[in-house]
Structure formats: C-alpha cells, structure tokens
C-alpha cells in the first residue's frame, strides 16, 4: 500500500481533508495534488463515520484514520483505493468522547477525547484496524476560564520522535502530560506533568526537527510557548513565550490559534490563527529556541482549523472550516511567508493531510 495506492489520478500524491458532516461537510475528501503546483482536484468523497475532523495517515502502510467526533467517539481505518476511500472495519470505541486528535506510536492508535478528558490507546490488528477494548488515562483538573476549562479537555495525543514518550495537550488543565504506555496493557501512564500559564488553554503542539524544542500553541490567548525537551527523562521545561496575535487592541477580534506547524527544515514554523483568519510565519533563523515574527498573512477563508506543510516545504495548506475551502500556499524559501496560491471547496474542512 502506500506507494502506488496513495498516488491520485495522474500520478500526484494525495491529500485528505477530514470535514464535520454535521455542518455539511462530505467526511473525508480525497484530492490529488498536483506535483508542479501543489494544486488540489477533488476527486471523491466519503460519509462512512460521522464528523471524521481529524485524521493521521500511517506512512508504512498507506492507511488513513480518522477520529469521528461524536459524543459517543470513534475511531476507523480507511485503505486507499482507485481514486477515493474504503473503510477498513467498521469503526469502534475510541475510549473517550468528543474525540478530536489521533496519532499513530508504533502499533497503537493514540485518541485524544476533548469531552471526555480522557486519552486513550487501541492496538491495531494485524490488517491495520484499531481494536479494542481501549485503554484510557483520564486527565484531571481544571483551568480558572469557567466556560472552556471546567474540567479536563485534552486536544492533541502524540508520540515524540524517540518513540520513548506520548505527550497528551490539555486545554481544560493549562499543562502538557508526558506519558509512557503500560509494558503489559499499552495504557498511558503520566510520568510527569508540566504546567503553563493558567488560563492560556494549551491546544496543539509541534517539535522542532532537532527533537530538543517543542513549541505549544494556546487556543485561549494567542501564544506561543517555547519548551525545551529532554528525551532522555521525559521532561518539558517552557522557557519563553511569544505572541502571535496582537491581544487587546480595538475593534480587531478574538484570536484562537489552532494549529502549528515547522516546515522540515526546521527554519520556519507556521500557526494558524482563527477569529483573525491568519497565517503567522516565524523565522527560527536565530535558532530553534528564539522564533521571531516574520509576517502574517490571510489564510485565504475564514476560521482556519488546521494547516499542513508538503515534505518539501515549499507548500502550505490551510483548512478553513467556516468558509469551507482549503487553500494552498507556495512558500518563499527566503523568508518562509506563504503567498495564497489556489483553493478547492471542501464544505466544513477541519483538517488536511497529505499522502
């Protein structure tokens, strides 16, 4: 799988756009990419999971997964076909609701539950489908926003590159889990904790290439934390922190950052900044641990959810949820500022991966 059946019509990779079909979205998109351009070409879609708005493609075997983020949360494997989709097994429990992050550590399924609070692990069976029963760490705490942070609301689940270590981003708890699976159940356990600024709501994290900073990225003020990461122990430590949004000023409105990004090189890292419908370039031409404000620019729709970065770098993509379009970028290899390209219409896009 994976090489030719993740190639679209023409012979161009794929991208694959998770969308909420409770707001009209299609599902899961297929698009082929074409490789001069970085154009998308819509060319199927599926609807066999409810509101599929996040989505991970397992680079060995060409599967696609999705989270199905709904209150009783799921989790399903799609295999590439012709030209779209087949879903693998039906989809099963992902052990928490509301599920909104799925990322692949060796031959488990990690789901993040925002409703629930809850992270969870599912082992894949032999052909590649998630089974269960789930094993699931249930965050605890709060943050002092009554309204978004009564009670845990983890966002993102992700192994770092080691493979050592999963870290789970709490919105709800303003802090950052480090957790190793259970030897002999694959359940998370929390080996440490590290707390961020109360009220700031962590949501998506990203590390840099050199795998010894992390940078968070806060949905409830527009910031960025820069952390410094010890594979060895396990340990997140922030170290400094970076706006990257104005905050305050008259008439502009809220921002809530969403997704973050380092191009593969590991000289830029891109947010995507929903409410002021942006796309903030760093430049970490001063080093990993000192991103410095290039530029911003419109992410091409409104309410951008979700960005993606082609291997090469020389291509963004940006998921905009509200105007129902993914837009795609080309990137100036000087200054990394991306310049809007093209977009394709993608009713209630929530997220974009490329194949």
């Not at 799988?1 to 993740?6: C, I, K, P, R």
């Not at 890292?269 to 530029?295: E, I, N, Y």
């Amino acid at each position: 799988m994976g090489g030719e059946e993740s190639r679209g019509r023409g012979g161009g990779r794929r991208a694959y756009i998770g969308s909420f079909t409770s707001a009209g979205g299609h599902g899961i998109t297929t698009a082929a990419v074409d490789a001069p351009t970085g154009a998308l070409t819509v060319l199927s879609a599926t609807d066999a999971v409810a509101d599929p708005s996040y989505l991970a493609l397992a680079p060995d075997t060409g599967l696609l997964y999705a989270v199905s983020e709904t209150e009783q949360g799921e989790v399903a494997a799609f295999r590439p076909t012709g030209e779209g989709l087949a879903l693998l097994a039906p989809a099963v429990p992902s052990g928490g609701s509301g599920p909104t992050h799925l990322s692949l550590a060796g031959d488990r399924l990690l789901a993040a539950g925002y409703t629930s609070g809850t992270v969870s692990s599912l082992p894949l069976a032999a052909d590649g489908r998630p089974a269960g029963p789930a094993r699931v760490l249930a965050h605890r705490g709060s943050g002092p926003d009554p309204e978004r942070q009564e009670r845990p609301h983890a966002h993102q689940v992700l192994p770092d590159p080691s493979g050592r270590w999963v870290l789970s981003v709490d919105l709800g708890t303003d802090s950052v889990r480090v957790c190793t699976p259970d030897p002999a159940t694959g359940a998370p356990r929390v080996h440490t904790e590290t707390a961020l600024r109360a009220g700031t709501g962590p949501r998506h994290l990203a590390f840099h290439p050199d795998a010894a900073v992390v940078y968070v990225l806060h949905e409830l003020e527009p910031q960025l934390t820069v952390c410094r990461w010890n594979p060895e122990a396990g340990r997140l430590e922030p170290v400094a922190e970076v706006p990257v949004a104005p905050t305050g000023a008259s008439g502009a409105p809220r921002a809530y950052p969403s997704a973050v990004v380092v191009s593969p090189d590991g000289r830029f890292l891109w947010a995507a900044v929903r409410g002021a419908d942006t796309v903030v370039t760093f430049s970490l031409a001063d080093g990993p641990g000192k991103p410095r404000l290039a530029g911003a620019v419109d992410c091409g729709g409104r309410w951008p959810r979700d960005l993606a970065v082609d291997p090469s770098g020389r291509r963004l993509y940006a998921a905009n949820e509200h105007s129902g379009d993914v837009t795609w970028f080309d990137v100036d290899p000087l200054t990394g500022l991306p310049r809007a390209a093209g977009s394709v219409a993608v009713p209630a896009a929530t997220c974009v991966v490329l194949g």
